[in-house]
């Protein structure tokens, strides 16, 4: 793995660590925690350089769907539509003493960061108590927020390494017409409190060619502003339901989504700005299958990235280190696909019948 693409990603962490440190001054418990977090991170680092070293690629963070189980049903959501997500608790899943002994293998390898998402995660209250337990390690945990009550906000409040994040759509119209008729008050309400409580949040955006201006619009992010956002994701929409092609950014929107963030980065300087895939071009292509990350479904299964659900290892039958030395991601990794031009937020998306291939597929090479 080239050196130039961990420099970068380390980086990246170290440049939003310290972004987030200096808009916390004014929060004595979050800057004891991050500067704490710092030290961490820096000890990380190394135990991923020296096993990069040795050719053993580690990549600084993980995605971990901790629950099918999902108590809304937004229109567009890619975890119903590739059946990954359903409103009733799935059978086969990783118990909680199993997530924690891949957090633990995630810490000792140097691993920074596990996004949490689902489903809804936060109907999994053992496995957040569990990543709680782990204060090297940052979960930003991506909820709808509305099943968040007060003894969840004082479990954020206590452990500052989980990290909620509120999917949101854009303002009042945008929020509703995706996610129902509410949402928008309520998750304001929610960022009131945390804001109240001197909780470090964020806000997830999917971004579609309909609310690219509204969410990169100094207006709507005044308002996060205001209520004490700290981060911002922007992700790229990924036509997961049929028909929905014209939602997908253009090169054309892609472009004024990267211009606009660097607007914002100067207009508010205490938000950090991410954006999924956003910097593939800097880094050689996409992130996935281990170069930067890889997902983990609530069955156990170690897959490319959420969007490319294929799998030929399991983690309830191997270590996260054989995991990430998966044949799977070796050949994405070394036969080009992971490089190459693509429309629809996510290169592997559109490359289902070539992963199919490298799998040999049938039915019976999905564990």
Known sequence: ???????????GIERIVRKALKSSLKNPRESAFLLRYMIAQKDAVKKRNQLESQGTHIPSFLIASITTQCNMFCKGCYARANQSCSTYP?????????????????NQLGISFILLAGGEPLLSRCIIETAAEFPDVIFPIFTNGTIMDESYIDLFDKNRNLVPVFS????????DKRRGEGVYTSLVGK????????IFYGTSITVTMENLDVVTSKEFIDTLYKEGCGVVFYIEYVPAEPSTENLV???????????????LRKQYEDIIYLSFPGDEKYM?????????????NTAGRAE???????????????????????PLFQKLNTQG?????????????????????LLGYNDTNIK
């Open 284 to 296: 050689g292509g996409c992130l996935a299958a281990g170069r930067g990350f890889f997902h983990i």
């Open 1 to 11: 793995m080239s050196m130039n693409l961990m420099e970068y990603m380390n980086g």
């Open 191 to 198: 960022m009131k409190q945390m804001n109240t409580r001197g």
């Open 304 to 326: 490319p990235c959420p969007f490319s659900p294929y799998s030929d290892m399991n983690l309830k039958d191997c270590s996260l280190l054989e995991a990430l030395q998966s």
């Open 337 to 357: 696909l992971m490089n190459e031009e693509h429309e629809g937020g996510c290169v592997l998306f559109g490359k289902q019948d070539e992963i199919r291939k």
């Open 90 to 106: 799935q059978q086969e899943k990783l118990t909680c003493d199993q997530w924690k002994r891949i957090f633990q293998e995630a």
């Open 249 to 263: 950014l253009t090169e054309g929107g892609r472009k004024i989504l990267e211009e606009r963030q660097d607007i």
């Open 168 to 175: 949101m759509e854009g303002g009042l119209i945008e929020t």
